[in-house]
């Protein structure tokens, strides 16, 4: 996964998450920018309003920071690293492990490429 661009433009949604229940009619949607192996964008659905992440991305590696107001009030924000895998039909998912700020209690979340 050497592509200096290869998350530029791509749409992911989240399918399951160990830090609160994935809403099926409204589940997060991440869109991702990439230029030269820099990493940004933005997310929002489920428990979230607004988010913003901005990072880096090695081979296979990304790492984050993000931040995000929360439909229930108040914001929430932490690090996180995904590993990037390949699917059979050649969509991307993204398995990653990540903490909120305050709390170091580790959480996953598997997204796909919509």
Not at 60 to 83: C, F, N, Q
Not at 94 to 111: A, K, N
Request: glycine share 12%; hydrophobic share 30%.
């Amino acid at each position: 996964m050497s592509d200096s661009n290869l998350l530029n433009g791509r749409t992911f949604i989240m399918i399951s998450s160990t830090a609160s229940e994935v809403s099926a009619d409204d589940p997060t949607r991440f869109v991702y920018e990439e230029e030269d192996g820099l990493i940004w964008g933005g997310y929002g659905g489920d428990t979230v309003t607004h988010g913003r992440f901005v990072g880096t991305r090695e081979a296979d590696r990304v790492e984050i920071t993000y931040v995000h107001a929360l439909k229930a009030g108040g914001r929430a924000g932490g690090r996180s690293s995904s590993r990037i895998e390949s699917l059979p039909d050649g969509r991307l998912r993204l398995i990653e492990e990540f903490t909120f700020d305050g709390d170091d209690t580790p959480q996953v979340s598997v997204c796909e490429e919509a």
